[in-house]
């Protein structure tokens, strides 16, 4: 399974602009100890507000939400809404838990925004229902939109690499540790204790998990040094659609690196091979830290044979 183009992802958020949009009238106080929604999930680049979800002001609506409805703890998903042009932020939550996350998101080239979601690691819950919806440059909110998701276990540990798709392709995850072991679907566990303990939709017998996961037990060896980690195309199983994901590192809790990227319309499937490759993260683990770097590259162009 092998990788295709990384797109550049992330937007400044302006904190003026985003404690301007809290939407709350009356003496209500911000409390941002409660527990809810900060519990579950951050937005990368976004802002936790400790009021309650807002009560829409108008009729406008968010047309869709494209998710995977599947996320691992102390994993991500790429989160693509289609929405009005009068969309100035998003607001996201959860129905019947405190709270919300705010976030200016990327506006893409085909009309669409996006956002990056970043989940907690200790999430007990096996399923629970997303809530969106807009805020216009008025200050209104718009009708909230809802999505499903389930939670599926895997393991966190030391260090865990993980990458979420938003579609069902056979997309799989390697990890190169610094002794220059090789993590995959055909090697699931290294002697350090690396495991691969999540493959989805291997062969494209879809199983619409659509994430992939790789974690270092606490007591495993975590090497100091370079780790290597590539999201590939393995098989391609719908060519007609593009597949956006995000991948993530997290060392000890914290989250080191999310990258993400796209496989475009008609990508190649290029199985197993990391030929001509350059990784789609690396990171360095030392005794004074750690440290952690996102590549954004074009691949090597295939001969058209192989196109």
Excluded at 10 to 30: D, P, R
């Amino acid at each position: 399974m092998t990788k295709h183009k990384l797109s550049a992802f992330g937007a400044l958020i302006v904190s003026a602009i985003l404690l301007a949009g809290c939407f709350k009238t009356g003496n209500q106080k911000e409390d941002l100890q409660k527990a809810g929604v900060k519990d579950f999930f951050e937005i990368e680049e976004g802002v936790y507000h400790g009021f309650d979800f807002p009560e829409p002001d108008n009729n406008k609506q968010i047309t869709n939400v494209s998710m995977n409805g599947n996320l691992v703890a102390g994993g991500t998903a790429y989160i693509t809404l289609t929405v009005p042009s009068d969309m100035a932020r998003v607001i996201v939550g959860i129905k019947d838990q405190f709270g919300y996350c705010e976030a200016a998101p990327v506006r893409n080239t085909d009309g669409t925004c996006s956002v990056v979601l970043v989940v907690k690691q200790d999430i007990q819950l096996e399923a629970f229902t997303m809530q969106f919806a807009y805020v216009d440059f008025s200050g209104e909110v718009s009708q909230i939109y809802y999505v499903d998701v389930s939670m599926i276990q895997v393991g966190t540990g030391k260090l865990q690499v993980s990458v979420s798709f938003d579609n069902a392709k056979d997309i799989d995850l390697h990890l190169i540790e610094p002794n220059g072991t090789h993590i995959y679907y055909g090697n699931s566990t290294s002697s350090n204790g690396g495991q691969l303990d999540l493959d989805s939709n291997a062969g494209c017998n879809i199983d619409n998990i659509n994430n992939e996961n790789i974690y270092y037990e606490d007591d495993a060896t975590v090497e100091a040094g370079t780790y290597k980690a590539y999201v590939v195309m393995y098989s391609n199983c719908d060519e007609s659609v593009a597949t956006n994901y995000v991948l993530t590192v997290r060392y000890n809790g914290r989250v080191l690196n999310t990258v993400t990227g796209t496989f475009p319309v008609g990508a190649p499937s290029t199985g197993s091979s990391l030929t001509d490759l350059e990784p789609t993260c690396t990171f360095v683990i030392g005794g004074k830290g750690m440290q952690g770097v996102g590549k954004a590259y074009a691949p090597k162009v295939l001969s058209p044979e192989k196109l």
